[in-house]
């Protein structure tokens, strides 16, 4: 069964950063692309970022310049280098993949909190 575990989530000021990892098993080669989505309290679930097989990535406007994903195939992980936190980025980070035949998975997520 898949399974995505995030982690790296805390408590972090304003304009500090935090690096987020999801560890993917049984092999994060058996998808076509992962992502990360946030939800903050009552707001829905919005796309963070994403990146395909191919390298090819995207961003939401509001974190583009400030966060970056990446992969390492090697480690089965995929990571969110968030920098320039503000309070409006606060929510629980969730770790999405999806496979090649259009099944989509979901991580339960790691809680960011930015303070002030």
């Known amino acids: 069964q898949v399974l995505l575990v995030e982690s790296g989530g805390g408590l972090v000021q304003a304009g500090g950063s935090l690096r987020l990892s999801c560890i993917v098993s049984?092999?994060?080669?058996?998808?076509?692309?992962m992502g990360w989505f946030r939800q903050a309290p009552g707001k829905q679930r919005e796309l963070v970022a994403r990146?395909?097989?191919?390298?090819?990535?995207n961003y939401a406007d509001f974190v583009k310049g400030r966060f970056t994903i990446s992969r390492d195939n090697a480690k089965d992980t995929v990571y969110l280098q968030m920098s320039s936190l503000n309070a409006e980025d606060t929510g629980n980070y969730l770790c999405?993949?999806?496979?090649?035949?259009?099944?989509?998975?979901w991580g339960k997520g790691t809680l960011v909190t930015v303070s002030s």
């Open positions: 999405n993949a999806n496979a090649w035949r259009n099944d989509d998975y």
């Open positions: 990146i395909t097989s191919d390298g090819i990535t």
């Open positions: 049984p092999s994060i080669r058996s998808f076509k692309a």
